[in-house]
């Protein structure tokens, strides 16, 4: 069976590292990062800056591949697949938020959500339910049309929220996703986010500065000195 719904491990990560050259020093950021998340399970990845969270989401959500160890997403083996099969992996099965939202300037919100379903062959119908759905649900039934020009920071966030999750993902990877948001309005968005991904089953890792929210979650982890620290 290799379909990737026979896996109850979303991602598997196996001595995971990861240097940076700096001028003729090399400076180890992450030491061997091991990890497993199972299907549905939401991780708070902590950490003080300049740990390594960053540099962690972007191996695991395959956004660069300048580490050494083993990634493997839904039983497929990262490190095995060319640049074509490893994005359709990124496509099929991840989904990112970012601090900073990325969303597309000339497309609506509406448009912002349907594009991922788009681009995965989903017909624009169905697109178009699903996106209005996961919108109305974050509370932005009356700003689809909008521009993200002539939204808000915080429902700007909410619609790469919405995006990310479009497609389903089995995983969700969120860099401080509420971090350019005053505390009020990134803990509303976060509960959000928090909800809709329990609800469609998907599982997340997200880093976070935010404690409260991070004690919602199902795991806390933390990085410190290279190495992932799991609280329990
Ligand atoms: N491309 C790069 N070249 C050199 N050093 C880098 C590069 N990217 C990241 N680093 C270094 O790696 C360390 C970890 O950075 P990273 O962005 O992953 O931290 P972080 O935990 O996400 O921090 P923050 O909470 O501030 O976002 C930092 O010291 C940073 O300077
Ligand atoms: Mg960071």
Known sequence: MNSPFSYNNVIEVTDLQRAFKQGDQEIKILRGIDLIVRRGEILALLG??????????QAV???????TGSINILGQEIGSLN???????RRDHLGF???????????SALENVMLPQLIQGESPKKAKKHALFLLQSLKLEDRVKHYPSQLSGGE???VAVARAL????????ADEPTGNLDEATGDIVLHEFLRLVRRQGSAAIIATHNMAMARKMDRIVTLHDGRLIEEY
């Open 48 to 57: 003080p800056s300049g740990a390594g969270k960053s540099t962690f989401l």
């Open 61 to 67: 959500g395959l956004l660069e591949n300048g580490f």
């Open 83 to 89: 640049d074509k099969a490893r994005t359709a992996v």
């Open 97 to 107: 938020v970012y601090q900073f939202h990325h969303l597309l300037p000339d497309f």
């Open 156 to 158: 700007q966030q909410r």
């Open 166 to 173: 479009a497609n389903r993902p089995a995983l969700v990877l």
